[in-house]
């Protein structure tokens, strides 16, 4: 799921919207503007339904953004780097690069989000009362109390204890809490989530069958998603796990051959650095400190007329986007770092100075050498 295009940036965080959710918004406004209001005042015109739902649509989404933005925050206060928040077709998402060190950040993090949906929804709920104490009784109440009882709703399904849902979070922290293995506690909330999701996926289907239609079949949509996230979550474990007490020296590849950062891609193109097959360049300024890191593929998304006058900076991913390591840290540790900018790349840096690289595929081929045992479940 990527951002289809970017609506700005909200405490310095960059926030982005895929196109999936513009299929939500249409369905929601023209939901409340053809039946649910229309139903509840039949006294107005078209055109003003259309206005509330439309308006509505739009306060449900600042809704999911306060959600996700509280995430993203409080991720950020507890050392957390918050790579970007994308709205799109089951929500919201925060992408955070790395994992909260201790339980109680973890269950921080989490937690904010459902309770700033149970806010809102408290304080939607209370301008609608609020309104109907007055004597008011038309569409703008109406307006109030629809995105209430969703952000309420939202908080509840949130914490309902499955991966990779806020609840699953929860209780991800709690587990860690109670027996301090990560490990462990992250098998268990993506157990759980593997279930409660096969579970919405037979409850729609079971009710699509029966006639319930769309929302029904919507159901078993978010249920198969959620089956799909917490099994990839489930196996991210498992490499952990594999992975066990191994360190970052024994995985990485030392020495790694750096290029410098204001060399043209045509200069890296035919000079020796690439018949060394490398798939990746740190680059070095003049001074030979090390700035950032370079693919391959990123070399090879220049078209050959830019190849001249395009230097390796220009196109490389920038130190404070690449994973960095110690050559002590446990290899396990670096997973959850990894970014997408550096496509799973991480530099080994001991006493400032640069001494190894860490790709996919050291980390793969580890564990094949390894023989990869199947951890007991
Ligand atoms: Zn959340």
């Known amino acids: 799921m990527r951002a289809s295009f970017w609506l700005g940036r909200i405490a310095g965080i960059r926030v982005g919207v895929n196109w999936s959710v513009l299929v939500i918004f249409v369905l929601i406004a023209w939901g409340l503007a053809a039946s649910r209001f229309p139903a509840t005042y039949p006294q107005y015109s078209n055109s003003a339904y259309i206005v509330a739902a439309v308006l509505t649509a739009v306060v449900f989404f600042i809704s999911l953004l306060a ?3 509280s995430h993203a925050l409080v991720a ?14 089951f929500g919201g998402v925060a992408r955070l690069s790395g994992e909260a060190s201790n339980p109680g950040a973890e269950l921080r993090i989490a937690g904010v989000g459902p309770l700033v949906s149970l806010l809102l929804g408290g304080v939607f ?5 609020l309104l109907r104490a007055g004597g008011y009784d038309g569409l703008m109440l109406a307006g109030f109390a629809w995105p209430g009882g969703i952000n309420i709703a939202l908080a509840v ?5 499955a991966a990779p849902l806020d609840g699953g979070r929860l209780l991800r922290s709690i587990i ?4 301090g293995d990560r490990l462990k506690a992250t098998r268990w909330s993506s157990r759980a989530g593997q279930v409660f999701g096969w579970g919405l996926v037979a409850l729609g289907l079971f009710g699509f069958l029966t006639g319930d239609g769309f929302g029904a079949l919507w159901l078993a949509l978010i249920g198969w998603f959620l089956v799909g996230a917490a099994t990839a979550e489930n196996q991210q474990a498992t490499v952990r ?9 024994d995985v990485m590849t030392p020495n790694p051959e ?8 045509e200069g890296l193109l035919s000079s020796e650095l690439i018949k060394h097959r490398h798939s990746s360049f740190p680059l070095t300024d003049d001074r030979g400190a090390v700035t950032g890191l370079v693919t391959f593929n990123q070399i090879r998304r220049v078209p050959p007329q830019e190849q001249t006058s395009t230097r390796l900076r220009d196109i490389a991913c920038p130190l404070d986007q690449v994973a960095q390591a110690r050559p002590d840290e446990p290899a396990a540790d670096l997973l959850p770092r990894l970014s997408e900018c550096a496509e799973g790349r991480a530099l080994v840096f001991s006493d ?7 790709s996919p595929s050291d980390v793969s081929r580890v564990l094949r050498w390894m023989g990869a045992p199947t951890p007991t479940r």
Not at 352 to 358: E, F, P
């Open 67 to 69: 959600h996700e933005t």
């Open 76 to 89: 950020r206060r507890n050392g957390l780097h918050v790579q970007d928040i994308t709205l799109w077709l």
């Open 125 to 129: 709920l209370g301008a609608a009362a």
């Open 157 to 161: 399904f949130n914490v309902i204890p």
């Open 176 to 179: 860690w809490w109670r027996t």
């Open 241 to 249: 796990r594999q992975l066990g007490e191994m360190a970052i020296r």
């Open 258 to 265: 750096t290029a410098p950062g204001s060399m043209t891609v």
């Open 352 to 358: 400032g100075a640069l001494v190894g690289i860490v």
